[in-house]
């Protein structure tokens, strides 16, 4: 299983960003995906979240209306795209899939990438 984030960089106040995680070794279009990230000396939180249809999203109040997540199922890949960023969204981000496994051994797969570093400057 990997996944692997792209697309993180320095930009300036107010700019965009777009993120990528590629996914593979799992069926992908069976998992919730989400984006988090964590700032220095902060826990990681829950940025945006996407369901396995795709059609359900989900976002944290301090990103609503700036960020947006979608997701391409026949490329294996979720994107987070990020406008009018602010230094307070300055964090590593990170890609996670979740998905649950019913039948006899019931589990749930929790995945996630290595990280990529945003960094807003003021």
């Known amino acids: 299983v990997q996944l692997v984030e792209s697309g993180g960089g320095l930009v300036q106040l107010g700019g965009s960003l777009r993120l990528s995680c590629a996914a593979s070794g799992f069926t992908f279009s069976s998992y919730t995906m989400s984006w988090h990230r964590q700032a220095p000396g902060k826990e990681r939180e829950l940025v945006a979240a996407s369901g396995s249809g795709g059609g359900s999203t989900n976002y944290a109040d301090s990103v609503k209306g700036r960020f947006t997540i979608s997701r391409d199922n026949a490329k294996n890949t979720v994107y987070l795209q990020m406008n009018n960023l602010k230094p307070e969204d300055t964090a590593v981000y990170y890609c996670?899939?979740?998905?649950?496994?019913?039948?006899?051994?019931?589990?749930?797969?929790?995945?996630w990438g290595q990280g990529t570093q945003v960094t807003v400057s003021s």
């Open positions: 996670r899939a979740l998905g649950f496994l019913g039948g006899w051994s019931p589990r749930i797969n929790d995945y």
